[in-house]
Nanobody, 122 residues
Framework: VQLQASGGGSVQPGDSLRLACAAS????????VGWFRQAPGKEREFVAAVRSSADGPLYGDSVKGRFTISRDNAKKMLYLQMNNLEPADTAVYYC????????????????WGQGTLVTVSS
């Protein structure tokens, strides 16, 4: 499975940004897909994950109410709508997949994209 993230950029606090991730190869609609991020000098952090609309998404505490994860299985796409961005959201964002367990544990995700940089600064 190959994952290609895009949509990162430099924005101001309070702005919105939408990340996209294109999947190819052996991508299965039943697998969980998600996003992690890593800020400079900090540990990797879980952002969001989703398996299906029936399960409901899982969000990290720091992004609840501001970020929305969605997927389009027909297009093999994953999205992360980020609203009301804060400087603390500055990080490289990685899309992930692999496995069927909806979890915030990074070890549960076998495939990782290359990352896209989001910078929030005034």
């Amino acid at each position: 499975v190959q994952l290609q993230a895009s949509g990162g950029g430099s924005v101001q606090p309070g702005d919105s940004l939408r990340l996209a991730c294109a999947a190819s190869g052996g991508f299965f609609p039943s697998n969980v897909v998600g996003w992690f991020r890593q800020a400079p000098g900090k540990e990797r952090e879980f952002v969001a994950a989703v398996r299906s609309s029936a399960d409901g998404p899982l969000y990290g505490d720091s992004v609840k109410g501001r970020f929305t994860i969605s997927r389009d299985n027909a297009k093999k796409m994953l999205y992360l709508q980020m609203n009301n961005l804060e400087p603390a959201d500055t990080a490289v964002y990685y899309c992930v997949t692999g496995g069927s367990r909806l979890t915030s544990a990074s070890t549960a995700y076998r495939y990782w994209g290359q990352g896209t940089l989001v910078t929030v600064s005034s």
